[in-house]
């Protein structure tokens, strides 16, 4: 790798096809566009589909069609994406933001317009039997026992307003999108309607889908369910105790949770050391909030009653009850977390608490350059990495720029001693929230008037460019999926790995000496927070290495 005194060699960006982190991945083989006859270039965004894993499971076991369940921790997804619609659990599907004990959303001809909002029981079978021992204190067994007996007495809401994550589901459609999208049914100008081949995914309604703005875009397994188990950024451990309890009760094969979970102690990163001033200043912070809130407590020992308001309250118990959950259900459903997009030597919480004895699975990010994603957080906690995105970098150990940007010449940079480090252009196609709240946005302002009339996605507001980890975590859990959905289909429609078993698979499928398609560079350490840290070695950056969707799947069926 070039350093700052020596040049480096620019190359044209790679061809770009859309969904070339599924050739990645090796969820499909796909043949690079060869020059036509005239000898002009063929359209790289048309490669040939050579194969699929859906159709060897599907020739594998050609009776089988039970899918497997992702439950999605996140936001909230969009119900009126034609790509999404049909691979969506409506039923099963809630929202713990709006109300403490769930709600859920029905059409408004289902329930009398008089009545917008009715309550209803969502966690009556709620149960932690099955997860074994979780090895609690007693203030914590007690804390545990009393949420889930209020959690199984609570009533929710079934509503008839306009369905919220219309409005904030941004991330999660995006995320959902990756690993269950499926393509809609498109009418084109002729009377007759194009379908999808039969095995590319079940039709999205009784009738072809009008909207012209669609694409036949796929997530990783489109034959897959997903249930939205939809939460806030609030500093709310119960809220994330219920969604994870919720999943676990309603049978997901897989928990993603693509994003971190706001625990002020276990969710903090560690300073570099080179910040060891900011440490210590933190530290006699802490210790004269502590000294403060001991002289407030009536009496002292307040402050260590678990059960305690106020200031003075145990305000770690239930975060630490999270912790433990989490972990135990990993050991039953594999859990797959986003590593964090902050460049850090340190995954984000709860990704770092992936081991080799529990099911959580972190998942860094990777470029077709076969280096890092210039954001992902990588470290001894990381199980495994994925394809995503990149990010633009300025540091005294590297630098990576954009080199496709019209205004890279305008630009002076001197890399010193650090390394270049190319840059990727490459991002993650995957389906956005309709309308003007998505990340795309954009309305066309003649859909009010241009048939079909109630089209929010006009405007290109069906798809976005995507990334990070959470775009990575997301198609490692459209793997897990298709394993599960794979296990399914060999050993009965009841048949389930468990979160250590799923995650066994997944590790042996990947390669730290892989190339990231179309790239073809192996993958290779950076150094990005130190000169010296490639010499940690590729686990360090990749963990096992790039996930292989058709090699964890034949470790399933067999050949």
Not at 40 to 61: C, L, N, Q
Not at 68 to 73: G, K, N, R
Request: charged share 15%; net charge negative.
């Amino acid at each position: 790798m070039p350093n700052g005194n020596q040049p480096f060699s620019f190359e044209a960006p790679l061809p770009y096809y859309y969904l070339w982190h599924l050739a990645a991945l090796g969820v499909i083989t796909a043949t690079p566009p060869q020059p036509r006859p005239d000898g002009t270039a063929a359209d790289p965004a048309s490669p040939t589909i050579d194969g699929t894993v859906w159709d060897a499971i599907a020739h594998k076991f050609p009776a089988a069609d039970t899918p497997a369940t992702i439950a999605l921790i996140d936001v909230g997804v969009s119900r009126s994406h034609p790509n999404l619609k049909s691979r969506l659990d409506m039923v099963k599907s809630i929202d713990l933001v709006s109300h403490p004990y769930g709600a859920k959303t029905v059409a408004a001809q289902a329930a009398s317009p008089f009545d917008p909002e009715v309550k209803q029981a969502f966690f009556a079978g709620l149960s932690s039997s099955g997860l074994g021992s979780m090895s609690l204190t007693a203030p914590e067994t007690n804390y545990f026992d009393s949420l889930v007996a209020e959690l199984k007495a609570s009533e929710g809401v079934l509503r008839t307003l306009i369905e919220g994550d219309e409005t904030f589901g941004t991330h999660g459609t995006a995320v959902a999108g990756l690993a269950v999208g499926e393509p809609a049914v498109v009418i084109p100008p002729d009377p007759t309607p194009v379908l999808p081949e039969t095995l590319l995914g079940e039709l999205s309604g009784p009738a072809p889908n009008p909207n012209r703005n669609t694409v036949p875009f796929f997530g990783v397994d489109p034959f897959s369910k997903l249930i939205s188990i939809r939460t806030g950024f609030e500093q709310n451990p119960d809220q994330f105790i219920a969604a994870f309890l919720y999943a676990f009760t309603n049978g997901a094969d897989v928990i993603l949770l693509p994003r971190g979970i706001p625990d002020p102690v276990r969710g903090a990163l560690n300073p570099k050391p080179e910040l060891s001033q900011g440490l210590d200043d933190r530290a006699n912070w802490e210790r004269a909030d502590l000294f403060a809130r001991l002289e407030e407590a009536t009496p002292p020992s307040a402050e260590l009653r678990p059960y305690a308001v106020g200031k003075t309250a145990n305000r770690d118990l239930a975060w630490g009850v999270l912790a433990k959950l989490i972990v135990a259900v990993s050991k039953k459903v594999p859990i797959v977390c986003a590593a964090g997009n902050d460049g850090e030597s340190q995954l984000i919480y709860p990704a770092n608490l992936a081991a080799g004895t529990n099911g959580i699975i972190s998942v860094g990010a990777v470029t077709p350059h076969g280096f890092r994603s210039g954001y992902s957080n990588y470290g001894a906690k990381l199980t495994l990495v994925a394809p995503s995105d990149d990010f633009e970098i300025y540091t005294r150990h590297q630098t990576r720029i954009d080199r496709t940007d019209p205004t890279i010449e305008h630009h002076h940079y001197d890399p010193g001693k650090g390394q270049v480090i190319p840059h990727s252009h490459f991002g993650l196609l995957t389906t956005d929230l309709p309308g003007t709240f998505g990340y795309a946005g954009g309305a066309d302002p003649y859909s009010a008037i241009l048939p079909p009339y109630d089209n929010p996605g006009i405007g290109g507001g069906y798809y976005t460019a995507f990334g990070g980890t959470s775009g990575a975590a997301a198609l490692v859990a459209g793997v897990a999926a298709l394993v599960a959905r794979a296990n399914k289909a060999k050993n009965g429609p009841t048949a389930r790995l468990d979160g250590v078993a799923a995650k066994g698979i997944l590790v042996a499928a990947c390669d730290e000496n892989a190339a990231v398609k179309p790239g073809t560079t192996p993958l290779t350490p950076d150094p990005m927070n130190s000169d010296n840290e490639p010499s940690k070695g590729k686990a360090y950056f990749f963990g096992a290495g790039l996930l292989n969707a058709g090699k964890a799947v034949k470790a399933v069926i067999g050949n």
